[in-house]
């Protein structure tokens, strides 16, 4: 028995060396035979530097005492001690996988195995593991002698002495090994058949690609032929036999577990085809009844075993038609309706741990360079690599993918790939299912050299790389950069003009005859701007097309062009500030208002090209209003000032827009923006603040126009609705209402007349006919609506509140804001109107039932005729309305006591409410979500249609050009259209809960 500080001290140890149960740890070490262990320090160091040290412990536990003998014993201990690379290989292989470590148990010798990898040969190829298995004459001990090879690769894999790469080759190549080993056997069984025919063994898949997992189906296709003056037929029955015995061998299990399962789906027709076919039986097919997911397959092919000259005949016979398959009619939407239904079948259970088949994983990847490569690689054979990394990589060096991207999938892949390594060598299981239990998570963590928190730093890194993965996806994957102008440089015309149009076609455009006009209209010719043109254009088209309307975006493309096109600094800029053109084709692409706002300023190019960003940085109110003051006070007349406040204001909408687009599309360089909320409150803020400015440009023109420098009247203008909210969206009216005040010794009828001429000359001057977008002043919500006078004195609205006011007035003021005139008056409006809002004790039960009244009836009354309630953003189930009603009746009720409900922000008064835990945080995040998703859904609508409505578009076109802002790839109509059902519905239940008190 130990002494118990001796024993807290052992435990010490083993706690700050990683031991998650250091008191079973202590446990073993208490064995005689472990004493070298317990007292050595550098083996506990190796222990706690592996994955997972009480498993590493455990693994050396049985491992001695596997070994007969206390000599045998000692001399494995003592050899650990002595040599740290066998040390870290083997501790490091018992601390990560506890199917090696059963296989030590049951061939305790194989440990020796590790002992002859010195730098020379750490990276062993299809030869050396031959040898390795050159004494395995049955299934058995192959699969013992596969299992020792398996320990060396894994040993070199987690002590970092080869990469994901080199890793994934030499299992390729191991699996090749073991391939022949298994069809000597076979051979060897059947002498008469290998007599009468040549049989050719071709991988497919990772193993064909040199990139195999640790336990992975082994993919492959059978070629059979008769030797000379054999019979054909017999000849293929005796490959046959030969290629079914060769797959019993590796896929059955037996005392010793199995290899892996040999899977011949991959051959033509499938399992219901023969399992050998002649050359000439593979090409007839490939020629009449392939389907292109076959061709994509095919492009990893590769001759392992048997007879490879027979093997290189096949791939080279067929190769032609791999790198001719992205020129089948819908070649693209065939490999991408391939890629969707894979995802489509996952369990819906399983999909966020999915790390090969879901969204953001390995599949991804591998499709994405996959259609590019098919795609590209007819011309340029620098493509026609089976390895997805070395396809990568000669991507990017040939300019088909963007260097940045390159690298950020390269290092993404690698670690999805390390994950899935480290996931399947614990249990040697084929799975790709990312475990739930923190103990294997840890293990997977600490593995990859995440040791601080290994949990919650891999998941971290798992999630972030996957987004990665995603969204590059969705750009290269749906968008192949496709050399569709190529025929327009001059003496280089490769395409016809049907090819190129076959091409357009594959990267959808409609038109692509109207296409191939704006193409050549800009880049035909021998002048310095159509060469560069013809630099640019090949990306652009990729670009329009990763958008819903592609040919929108060429037609606009070539409008800014005609009229900027001998602005010196135009193509420049293009062609010299990276983000510029990206930024360009997002915009021109992406619906009707922004490129629409650039046709009457197309100057406004030149905010798509600051490089850092600030150039689509929506400018403060202060700094709007100085610049529209500025502008009017040069104009000589009113209606020259408001031309030239609406020159501004087009031009900041348009940067607004154009942020808002760019930042939801995402671009090369930076992803698309996850919190929609910004998105939400960046534009609502910044079109608020230019209708402000607006405003206050339009006032100081009419005073100064009527009365010079000083009106008779002191004069306001408070926003109201959305307008006071900082939330307006591009096409909304501006709610205000007007507030005066005589000056002293002004007759108060004077200073009425002059506050009422003031209103109509601002209404007339923003009202005339104009291309911009409109700015309506509605006064509606002013006392007495539309029956009341337009403009009061703040005397006049004291004493109509006072005696008159309604509660859908006061709740109507929740949302007041000075935004324009005499900041002194509009104060004191405020201080007069907060009361009101706020009123103390809150409301009464009658006042509460009077505004849930008013809310039926506007549902019932004010929906149009045959809208989808569901989808109707402003006044459908769980939209904007249901939202604003829920907080505005929390603020009546409650925000004479929160501070925090004192404010006109939809958001932010629900932050407040949930932070004073007047609702709970789930039901504050549902309203918040479903409030920013059909604000989100608004703004889309009037940026894709140039003209605003409150419902989704019913056109194709325009509806899937809202799921692209939305973050919908193409297919994904549906998806936007119930998911934004899911998240309303949602919403809808929490607002009948708290607003109705259901």
Same mark, same amino acid.
């Given at each position: 028995?130990?002494?118990?500080?001796?024993?807290?001290?052992?435990?010490?140890?083993?706690?700050?060396?990683?031991?998650?149960?250091?008191?079973?740890?202590?446990?073993?070490?208490?064995?005689?035979?472990?004493?070298?262990?317990?007292?050595?320090?550098?083996?506990?160091?190796?222990?706690?530097?592996?994955?997972?040290?009480?498993?590493?412990?455990?693994?050396?536990?049985?491992?001695?005492?596997?070994?007969?003998?206390?000599?045998?014993?000692?001399?494995?201990?003592?050899?650990?001690?002595?040599?740290?690379?066998?040390?870290?290989?083997?501790?490091?292989?018992?601390?990560?996988?506890?199917?090696?470590?059963?296989?030590?148990?049951?061939?305790?010798?194989?440990? %020796?195995?590790?002992?002859?990898?010195?730098?020379?040969?750490?990276?062993?190829?299809?030869?050396?593991?031959?040898?390795?298995?050159?004494?395995?004459?049955?299934?058995?001990?192959?699969?013992?002698?596969?299992?020792?090879?398996?320990?060396?690769?894994?040993?070199?894999?987690?002590?970092?002495?080869?990469?994901?790469?080199?890793?994934?080759?030499?299992?390729?190549?191991?699996?090749?090994?073991?391939?022949?080993?298994?069809?000597?056997?076979?051979?060897?069984?059947?002498?008469?058949?290998?007599?009468?025919?040549?049989?050719?063994?071709?991988?497919?898949?990772?193993?064909?690609?040199?990139?195999?997992?640790?336990?992975?189906?082994?993919?492959?296709?059978?070629?059979?032929?008769?030797?000379?003056?054999?019979?054909?037929?017999?000849?293929?029955?005796?490959?046959?036999?030969?290629?079914?015995?060769?797959?019993?061998?590796?896929?059955?299990?037996?005392?010793?577990?199995?290899?892996?399962?040999?899977?011949?789906?991959?051959?033509?027709?499938?399992?219901?085809?023969?399992?050998?076919?002649?050359?000439?039986?593979?090409?007839?097919?490939?020629?009449?009844?392939?389907?292109?997911?076959?061709?994509?397959?095919?492009?990893?092919? /590769?001759?392992?075993?048997?007879?490879?000259?027979?093997?290189?005949?096949?791939?080279?016979?067929?190769?032609?038609?791999?790198?001719?398959?992205?020129?089948?009619?819908?070649?693209?939407?065939?490999?991408?309706?391939?890629?969707?239904?894979?995802?489509?079948?996952?369990?819906?259970?399983?999909?966020?741990?999915?790390?090969?088949?879901?969204?953001?994983?390995?599949?991804?990847?591998?499709?994405?360079?996959?259609?590019?490569?098919?795609?590209?690689?007819?011309?340029?054979?620098?493509?026609?690599?089976?390895?997805?990394?070395?396809?990568?990589?000669?991507?990017?060096?040939?300019?088909?993918?963007?260097?940045?991207?390159?690298?950020?999938?390269?290092?993404?892949?690698?670690?999805?790939?390390?994950?899935?390594?480290?996931?399947?060598?614990?249990?040697?299981?084929?799975?790709?299912?990312?475990?739930?239990?923190?103990?294997?998570?840890?293990?997977?963590?600490?593995?990859?050299?995440?040791?601080?928190?290994?949990?919650?730093?891999?998941?971290?890194?798992?999630?972030?790389?996957?987004?990665?993965?995603?969204?590059?996806?969705?750009?290269?994957?749906?968008?192949?950069?496709?050399?569709?102008?190529?025929?327009?440089?001059?003496?280089?015309?490769?395409?016809?003009?049907?090819?190129?149009?076959?091409?357009?076609?594959?990267?959808?455009?409609?038109?692509?005859?109207?296409?191939?006009?704006?193409?050549?209209?800009?880049?035909?010719?021998?002048?310095?701007?159509?060469?560069?043109?013809?630099?640019?254009?090949?990306?652009?088209?990729?670009?329009?097309?990763?958008?819903?309307?592609?040919?929108?975006?060429?037609?606009?493309?070539?409008?800014?062009?005609?009229?900027?096109?001998?602005?010196?600094?135009?193509? /420049?800029?293009?062609?010299?500030?990276?983000?510029?053109?990206?930024?360009?084709?997002?915009?021109?692409?992406?619906?009707?208002?922004?490129?629409?706002?650039?046709?009457?300023?197309?100057?406004?190019?030149?905010?798509?090209?600051?490089?850092?960003?600030?150039?689509?940085?929506?400018?403060?109110?202060?700094?709007?209003? %100085?610049?529209?003051?500025?502008?009017?006070?040069?104009?000589?007349?009113?209606?020259?000032?408001?031309?030239?406040?609406?020159?501004?204001?087009?031009?900041?909408?348009?940067?607004?827009?154009?942020?808002?687009?760019?930042?939801?599309?995402?671009?090369?360089?930076?992803?698309?923006?996850?919190?929609?909320?910004?998105?939400?409150?960046?534009?609502?803020?910044?079109?608020?603040?230019?209708?402000?400015?607006?405003?206050?440009?339009?006032?100081?023109?009419?005073?100064?126009?009527?009365?010079?420098?000083?009106?008779?009247?002191?004069?306001?203008?408070?926003?109201?609705?959305?307008?006071?909210?900082?939330?307006?969206?591009?096409?909304?009216?501006?709610?205000?209402?007007?507030?005066?005040?005589? /000056?002293?010794?002004?007759?108060?009828?004077?200073?009425?007349?002059?506050?009422?001429?003031?209103?109509?000359?601002?209404?007339?001057?923003?009202?005339?006919?104009?291309?911009?977008?409109?700015?309506?002043?509605?006064?509606?919500?002013?006392?007495?609506?539309?029956?009341?006078?337009?403009?009061?004195?703040?005397?006049?609205?004291?004493?109509?509140?006072?005696?008159?006011?309604?509660?859908?007035?006061?709740?109507?003021?929740?949302?007041?804001?000075?935004?324009?005139?005499?900041?002194?008056?509009?104060?004191?409006?405020?201080?007069?109107?907060?009361?009101?809002?706020?009123?103390?004790?809150?409301?009464?039960?009658?006042?509460?039932?009077?505004?849930?009244?008013?809310?039926?009836?506007?549902?019932?009354?004010?929906?149009?005729?045959?809208?989808?309630?569901?989808?109707?953003?402003?006044?459908?189930?769980?939209?904007?309305?249901?939202?604003?009603?829920?907080?505005?009746?929390? %603020?009546?009720?409650?925000?004479?006591?929160?501070?925090?409900?004192?404010?006109?922000?939809?958001?932010?008064?629900?932050?407040?409410?949930?932070?004073?835990?007047?609702?709970?945080?789930?039901?504050?995040?549902?309203?918040?979500?479903?409030?920013?998703?059909?604000?989100?859904?608004?703004?889309?609508?009037?940026?894709?249609?140039?003209?605003?409505?409150?419902?989704?578009?019913?056109?194709? /076109?325009?509806?899937?050009?809202?799921?692209?802002?939305?973050?919908?790839?193409?297919?994904?109509?549906?998806?936007?259209?119930?998911?934004?059902?899911?998240?309303?519905?949602?919403?809808?239940?929490?607002?009948?809960?708290?607003?109705?008190?259901?």
């Amino acid at each position: 028995m130990t002494a118990p500080g001796r024993r807290s001290s052992t435990f010490s140890r083993l706690l700050r060396h990683g031991f998650t149960d250091p008191s079973a740890a202590e446990r073993l070490l208490e064995s005689a035979e472990l004493e070298p262990v317990r007292s050595d320090p550098v083996l506990l160091d190796a222990l706690g530097a592996t994955a997972d040290p009480d498993l590493a412990l455990h693994g050396l536990v049985r491992l001695v005492e596997a070994h007969d003998g206390h000599t045998a014993q000692r001399e494995l201990l003592d050899t650990l001690i002595a040599a740290k690379p066998l040390r870290d290989r083997l501790l490091g292989v018992l601390g990560a996988s506890a199917a090696l470590a059963d296989h030590l148990a049951r061939h305790p010798s194989d440990w %020796q195995a590790l002992v002859t990898y010195e730098p020379q040969d750490l990276h062993p190829g299809v030869a050396e593991f031959e040898r390795g298995l050159a004494g395995a004459t049955d299934p058995v001990s192959l699969r013992v002698a596969y299992r020792r090879c398996l320990l060396s690769i894994a040993a070199r894999d987690v002590c970092g002495t080869t990469d994901l790469a080199q890793t994934a080759a030499e299992l390729a190549d191991l699996a090749t090994a073991t391939l022949r080993a298994a069809l000597a056997i076979a051979r060897t069984a059947a002498p008469e058949d290998a007599a009468l025919c040549r049989l050719a063994v071709i991988a497919m898949g990772k193993c064909g690609g040199h990139e195999l997992n640790y336990v992975s189906d082994v993919d492959v296709i059978f070629v059979g032929e008769a030797v000379d003056g054999a019979d054909e037929g017999k000849a293929v029955q005796a490959a046959t036999r030969l290629a079914s015995h060769m797959m019993r061998i590796c896929s059955e299990t037996t005392i010793e577990g199995s290899i892996w399962p040999v899977d011949a789906n991959l051959r033509p027709e499938g399992r219901n085809g023969p399992l050998v076919r002649t050359l000439s039986s593979h090409l007839a097919y490939y020629q009449r009844w392939a389907k292109t997911w076959e061709f994509q397959a095919l492009l990893k092919a /590769r001759p392992v075993a048997g007879d490879i000259e027979l093997g290189e005949e096949y791939v080279a016979t067929l190769a032609p038609l791999v790198w001719h398959a992205a020129e089948r009619d819908n070649f693209v939407a065939d490999v991408q309706k391939m890629r969707r239904r894979v995802v489509e079948n996952i369990p819906a259970t399983q999909i966020e741990r999915e790390l090969k088949l879901g969204p953001g994983g390995l599949r991804d990847v591998e499709f994405a360079v996959q259609l590019l490569q098919l795609v590209h690689a007819r011309a340029d054979t620098s493509l026609r690599s089976g390895t997805t990394l070395d396809a990568l990589k000669a991507l990017a060096a040939g300019g088909y993918v963007g260097r940045a991207d390159a690298v950020q999938l390269d290092a993404a892949y690698r670690f999805l790939r390390s994950m899935e390594h480290r996931i399947q060598l614990y249990r040697l299981r084929r799975t790709h299912l990312v475990p739930e239990n923190e103990a294997d998570l840890r293990r997977i963590g600490r593995s990859l050299g995440l040791r601080s928190d290994p949990v919650v730093e891999l998941n971290r890194e798992w999630k972030r790389h996957a987004a990665v993965v995603r969204r590059l996806h969705e750009k290269l994957f749906y968008r192949p950069l496709l050399d569709a102008v190529a025929q327009l440089a001059p003496g280089e015309a490769r395409l016809s003009p049907d090819a190129a149009r076959e091409r357009l076609v594959a990267l959808g455009y409609a038109d692509p005859a109207a296409a191939l006009r704006h193409l050549e209209a800009l880049a035909s010719g021998v002048t310095r701007k159509a060469a560069i043109q013809r630099t640019l254009l090949p990306v652009l088209l990729g670009w329009f097309a990763d958008s819903a309307d592609p040919d929108a975006g060429l037609l606009n493309f070539r409008k800014v062009s005609d009229a900027l096109g001998k602005t010196p600094w135009y193509l /420049r800029l293009l062609r010299d500030e990276g983000a510029a053109a990206e930024n360009l084709a997002r915009v021109l692409s992406a619906g009707r208002l922004a490129p629409d706002l650039l046709m009457r300023a197309p100057e406004a190019v030149a905010l798509l090209g600051d490089g850092d960003g600030g150039g689509l940085e929506p400018r403060s109110r202060a700094h709007l209003e %100085q610049e529209i003051l500025a502008a009017v006070g040069r104009a000589t007349g009113g209606e020259q000032a408001v031309t030239a406040a609406r020159g501004v204001r087009r031009r900041e909408l348009f940067r607004t827009a154009a942020a808002d687009i760019v930042a939801s599309y995402g671009t090369e360089e930076t992803p698309a923006v996850a919190d929609q909320g910004a998105l939400v409150d960046l534009v609502g803020g910044a079109v608020s603040d230019l209708t402000a400015a607006t405003l206050a440009g339009t006032l100081r023109a009419v005073v100064r126009d009527g009365w010079g420098e000083t009106l008779p009247t002191r004069f306001t203008i408070i926003g109201m609705g959305r307008f006071g909210g900082h939330e307006l969206g591009y096409g909304s009216d501006a709610d205000v209402l007007f507030v005066h005040e005589p /000056r002293d010794g002004v007759d108060e009828q004077e200073a009425a007349r002059a506050a009422n001429a003031v209103v109509s000359e601002m209404r007339r001057l923003l009202q005339i006919p104009s291309t911009d977008p409109p700015l309506l002043i509605d006064a509606d919500l002013r006392p007495e609506g539309k029956s009341g006078p337009l403009v009061r004195t703040l005397k006049s609205y004291e004493a109509y509140y006072r005696r008159w006011s309604l509660v859908w007035e006061s709740q109507a003021l929740l949302r007041a804001e000075v935004v324009a005139g005499d900041d002194d008056l509009g104060r004191r409006f405020i201080e007069l109107v907060d009361p009101l809002r706020y009123p103390a004790e809150g409301l009464g039960d009658e006042a509460v039932r009077e505004i849930r009244r008013l809310k039926a009836r506007m549902e019932s009354e004010r929906l149009p005729r045959g809208a989808d309630p569901t989808l109707h953003t402003k006044l459908g189930r769980g939209g904007l309305s249901d939202v604003e009603w829920t907080v505005q009746l929390l %603020q009546l009720q409650q925000g004479w006591v929160e501070p925090g409900l004192r404010t006109t922000r939809t958001r932010a008064a629900l932050a407040a409410a949930c932070a004073a835990e007047l609702l709970s945080t789930e039901d504050a995040a549902i309203l918040d979500e479903a409030w920013v998703l059909a604000t989100r859904v608004r703004n889309a609508v009037m940026l894709v249609r140039g003209r605003a409505g409150d419902t989704f578009p019913s056109g194709g /076109r325009e509806l899937a050009a809202v799921g692209r802002y939305l973050g919908y790839g193409p297919g994904h109509v549906g998806d936007m259209l119930d998911d934004y059902r899911r998240t309303t519905r949602r919403a809808r239940a929490v607002v009948e809960e708290l607003f109705y008190g259901a």
